[in-house]
């Protein structure tokens, strides 16, 4: 579907889906040597301000920020969009900036939406990356696919306004206010009691009224009592407040529709149902148009692997959580979803379709996997590596992978080296510790490398993988 009269240089590889057209100018993505470029041809606008070299009448762009930022400009769908509270959405993080090509073919035909552009501040320190990277690699996937069903961006576990802000300026469509550092500790009972008494007599009145004498909490069955009550406001109210404030501040006066998620889960203490809705019923009686809430479920969501949790537990409480998301019309939002197999039925039924899945650490660990397969040299050298700053690495992400067991480099063969793709250690291993491999240039270099090299195998890997996420969700 290419133009007919469009000329590429002989060397380049078109991708006939990234054709497009707007207004009188023509775009043509391809792969040009060991790179994509832009391929623009015609007049107007968008042809005068793209940035590139011209060789008979066809400019030659490289996939900058400013040119992808052109593009933006003039092609809407090129553009990441909010979704509001009624899509299913998945968001899909691209730590390596290689990923989304396989994460559009995996969402492809089915009704969820990707949120391409997903980063926490800790993901891009890690990586050395910035907001203007993770949307660059997300929108010039989107046309190089011809993508015109929509994408999200995230700015992922933001804890500060800065961050927030930064976000916002990087084109950021959702963003994921993670709590975590306003939740007021647990005090013990007599203390948060006589904390509440000593609340200003306004808000503590306000407070009995609509929770302490209310009948029927939106149709839940929800009991607070003064005790219970004083807890989840010594806890949750700061938080509360961060939200109102970083909404009213920031994202209401945004100048486009956001996705806004609050953020409770990063925490060792479960979320319960009635803080749940405490939370939803102050954020709503503010004014703040929050999109999603992340609850801490019961259970442990470990980087990688599976949940770990009663089934049974887990539904009970999900249930009591989804009902409050329905009440309130917001969308629950599940984090460290990267392979929970067994929740995914639960979470796609229980909210009949309205969800936000957070995955990221998955597509990382799919690329290991080809690397396992296809460069055993260079995998051995990843997990030597992986091995000697696993105990740095753990410091920033809560696993129980245990290294005696996992087997020995030198006592596996190179065709058993997928295995340890299998294996739980050895997955949490590989998973959290791709950032100190990333602080490794030689390492980095080499894996890059073998990514690009690799690209359909790794693609083809990732998409049946995130496939399988959507199908085992109800989708
Ligand atoms: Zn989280």
């Known amino acids: 579907m290419t133009s007919p009269q469009f000329k590429l240089p002989n060397s380049a590889t078109p991708y006939p889906e990234s054709y497009v057209q707007a207004k009188d100018t023509r775009l043509l993505m391809a792969r040009a040597g060991a790179n994509d470029m832009l391929y623009a041809e015609g007049q107007g606008p968008l042809f005068q301000e793209l940035e590139g070299v011209v060789e008979q009448n066809v400019k030659i762009c490289p996939l900058t920020s400013d040119n992808r930022r052109i593009v933006n400009r003039h092609l809407p769908f090129t553009r990441p969009s909010a979704f509001g509270r009624e899509h299913a959405t998945l968001g899909l993080g691209d730590r390596l900036g290689l990923c989304s090509d396989a994460h559009l073919q995996a969402v492809k035909g089915h009704p969820i939406k990707p949120i391409l552009a997903q980063q926490s501040i800790r993901e891009l ?6 907001y203007d990277q993770v ?21 992922d576990h933001l804890k500060q306004d800065e961050e927030v802000a930064m976000a916002l ?19 013990d009972q007599a203390e948060a009691v006589g904390d ?5 007599e306004d808000l503590r009145e306000r407070f009995i009224g609509d929770y302490l004498q209310q009948t029927d909490a939106r149709g839940l069955d929800l009991i607070f009592t003064e005790e219970s009550l004083a807890e989840i406001v010594a806890v949750y109210w700061p938080a509360v407040e961060f939200a109102v404030h970083i909404w009213f501040e920031l994202l209401e006066g945004a100048g486009r529709a956001m996705d806004y998620e609050i953020s409770l889960d990063e925490t060792l203490a479960t979320t319960p149902p009635a803080a749940h809705y405490f939370v939803a019923n102050e954020l709503t009686k503010a004014g703040v148009s929050y999109t999603s809430l992340a ?5 442990e969501f ?37 392979d929970k197999f067994l929740i995914f ?23 290991v996997r ?39 480099l030198s006592s596996v063969d190179d065709s058993e080296l997928p295995l340890y793709l299998t294996e739980e250690d050895s997955r949490q291993l590989l998973h959290i510790t791709y950032g100190l491999l990333f602080d490794d240039p030689q390492l980095a270099s080499a894996m890059m490398t073998a990514f690009g090299k690799h690209k359909s195998a790794y693609d083809a890997g990732l998409a049946s993988h995130i496939r399988k996420h959507i199908t085992c969700l109800g989708l």
């Open 295 to 299: 609850p801490r479920f019961v259970g």
């Open 135 to 155: 949307m660059d690699a997300a929108a010039w996937s989107v046309l190089r696919n011809g993508w015109h069903e929509g994408w999200g961006a995230d700015g």
């Open 370 to 408: 080809v690397l396992a397969r296809l460069e055993p040299a260079l995998y051995r050298r990843l997990h030597a590596r992986a091995l000697d700053t696993f105990e740095d690495a753990s410091a920033y992400y809560q696993v129980k992978a245990d290294l005696s067991k996992i087997r020995p």
């Open 169 to 187: 300026r990087a084109g950021c469509t959702m963003i994921t206010l993670d709590c975590s550092e306003r939740l007021g500790k647990k005090p």
């Open 196 to 200: 509440f008494r000593a609340l200003p």
């Open 345 to 367: 039925p639960l979470v796609g039924l229980h909210t009949a379709n309205r969800f936000h899945l957070k995955t990221a650490g998955t597509s990382w660990l799919e690329g």
């Open 302 to 338: 470990q980087k990688g692997i599976d949940y770990l949790g009663d089934l049974d537990e887990f539904s009970e409480d999900f249930v009591a959580h989804a009902k409050i998301a329905d009440a309130f019309g917001h969308k629950i939002s599940v984090h460290s979803g990267s």
């Open 125 to 130: 320190t890690l990586m050395h990356r910035n």
